[in-house]
């Protein structure tokens, strides 16, 4: 039997959304704590928490809600040593409509995953990538967009903390879930302040 609450509920019938996580690193050094904040893009779905998870959190902002941030990369309530893991994630500069576009930097092989219009495309089916050429096997239309995202390594010293920013406002992390099945990672953040 198939639930209609789970099938909502599933990232991967979500359409994926620009939101950045800034994760606040530091380490201990002469004279006391040093701390710095790192921006992070990352992209991916973003939902409201439900009910039985609003219940678990009772510290969250039930006001303002508590939103859910799915990606698939780790994302952190706190964290011990560098590096870890993290995405980096661009829009390719090239004229719409068009075939060629190119990125900032060469990713690594094989690990690009490409979005036209918030839906992943396929390697060698839909582009092809040499270097940090991308080229579509189809012309882009003049309205559609293209986001890129690779996995990259992200220098977090002795504690790390994230927030999500999304649509202007922070949200502080407050609990996060591996998904292995899936591959996603699920923060619950709690909305802070706007920005």
């Not at 992943?120 to 582009?127: G, P, Q, S």
Request: net charge negative; aromatic share 10%.
């Amino acid at each position: 039997m198939i639930y209609l609450s789970d099938v909502v509920a599933d990232a991967d019938l979500q359409a994926p959304q620009p939101f950045t996580i800034l994760r606040s690193v530091g380490e201990f050094v002469i004279g006391g704590f040093e701390s710095t904040t790192v921006s992070i893009p990352a992209y991916g779905p973003v939902q409201r928490a439900t009910d039985r998870e609003v219940q678990m959190l009772p510290e969250g902002d039930r006001v303002g809600g508590i939103m859910a941030f799915w990606w698939t990369q780790p994302i952190y309530s706190t964290r011990g040593a560098a590096p870890v893991p993290s995405t980096h994630a661009e829009a390719p500069s090239g004229a719409f409509p068009g075939t060629v576009y190119t990125l900032s930097q060469v990713p690594p092989a094989d690990s690009i995953t490409l979005y036209k219009n918030r839906l992943a495309l396929r390697l060698n089916a839909d582009y092809t990538i040499s270097g940090a050429t991308i080229t579509m096997t189809a012309a882009t239309g003049s309205s559609d967009e293209l986001y890129a995202t690779w996995p990259v390594e992200s220098s977090v010293g002795q504690a790390a903390a994230d927030i999500c920013v999304y649509k202007g406002e922070q949200y502080r992390v407050l609990s996060v879930r591996h998904y292995p099945g899936s591959g996603y990672y699920k923060a619950l953040g709690t909305r802070m302040a706007a920005i």
